[in-house]
Nanobody, 118 residues
């Protein structure tokens, strides 16, 4: 089974930017869908964004639309989440996910902490 490893989390100020990466342990097939979720303290995990490996079609939660951009690099078996204009409410553990159906929830990474300070 594919393993996913996130990186790129950290501490950033309000209004700042951060890019998360998610690298798969093996080559990703064209029907694969990459996903990003987040979970804030005391809250349920929520969908953030997704991208289809083959077509590049993207999906976003309303709360991040216009601020976050999801992309993928097929040659590197990696997906990215570019986060801009970060707000304090974006603070959460961010998880990469993958699967063959939407929303992708078959495979999960270990998570990476993103903290937005004011």
């Amino acid at each position: 089974q594919v393993r996913l490893v996130e990186s790129g989390g950290g501490l950033v100020q309000v209004g700042g930017s951060l890019r998360l990466s998610c690298t798969a342990s093996e080559r990703i097939y064209s029907s694969y869908i990459w996903g990003w979720y987040r979970q804030a303290p005391g809250k349920e995990r929520e969908f953030v964004a997704a991208i289809r490996q083959g077509t590049g079609r993207t999906y976003y939660a309303d709360t991040v639309k216009g601020r976050f951009t999801v992309s993928r690099d097929s040659a590197k078996n990696t997906a990215y989440l570019q986060m801009s204009d970060l707000k304090s409410e974006d603070t959460a553990v961010y998880y990469c996910s993958g699967g063959s159906s939407y929303p992708p929830q078959n495979t999960w990474g270990q998570g990476t902490q993103v903290t937005v300070s004011s």
